[in-house]
T-cell receptor, first 113, second 114 residues
């Protein structure tokens, strides 16, 4: 069955460092992948989308890579700040049909001053 | 705010109660979604509506009944729920329901079934 794995353990890093979060998937060939941020008590907020034919995408301090051979996406936050502390979700999408996303359980990031 | 509102934000109900969750999107979108989010688990897609037509019913028990009267409003009617149905219920919308679209989420309804 399709499976998405994100680190279940919280990631603790020091302010100013680069945070790297991992999303691995099996039994799936997504046409694209999205990353969302979720704060406690709030709904997820879209951050970035990367397509299967793209290796890397950047937006300000955020960078996403997508390796369809390794079946892995990496999400980087450079110069991290305490305000970046949240849970980050990856979601895989299929081609064709409607906009169905399959989500990972998310990784909680804590950035310490 | 994301332009998607949900009411109520918190709900406690007994197993014999009937209640409804409401979602409204102010973004002019044509697709709306219901998700269930339990602790430490991925979001589970429950229902998808595109242009007010249900296009996905993801093996959800019949005690959950969706309703989409127009493209701006989505309801989830609840009856005879079980304690394991306690979770955060999230509504989302997207522009047309086509692939590769961003989904915009509401804040969710935190449901506790006693």
């Amino acid at each position: 069955s399709q499976k998405i794995e994100q680190n279940s353990e919280a990631l603790n890093i020091q302010e100013g460092k680069t945070a790297t979060l991992t999303c691995n998937y099996t039994n799936y060939s997504p046409a694209y992948l999205q990353w969302y941020r979720q704060d406690p008590g709030r709904g997820p907020v879209f951050l970035l989308l990367i397509r299967e034919n793209e290796k890397e995408k950047r937006k300000e301090r955020l960078k996403v890579t997508f390796d369809t051979t390794l079946k892995q996406s990496l999400f980087h936050i450079t110069a991290s700040q305490p305000a970046d502390s949240a849970t980050y979700l990856c979601a895989l999408g299929a081609s064709g049909g409607y906009n169905k996303l399959i989500f990972g359980a998310g990784t909680r990031l804590a950035v310490h001053p | 705010e994301t332009g998607v509102t949900q009411t109520p934000r918190h709900l406690v109900m007994g197993m014999t109660n009937k209640k409804s969750l409401k979602c409204e999107q102010h973004l002019g979108h044509n697709a709306m979604y219901w998700y269930k989010q339990s602790a430490k688990k991925p979001l589970e897609l429950m229902f998808v509506y595109s242009l007010e037509e249900r296009v996905e019913n993801n093996s959800v028990p019949s005690r959950f009944s969706p309703e989409c009267p127009n493209s701006s409003h989505l309801f989830l009617h609840l009856h005879t729920l079980q304690p394991e149905d306690s979770a955060l219920y999230l509504c989302a919308s997207s522009q047309g329901g086509a692939v590769q679209e961003t989904q915009y989420f509401g804040p969710g309804t935190r449901l506790l079934v006693l």
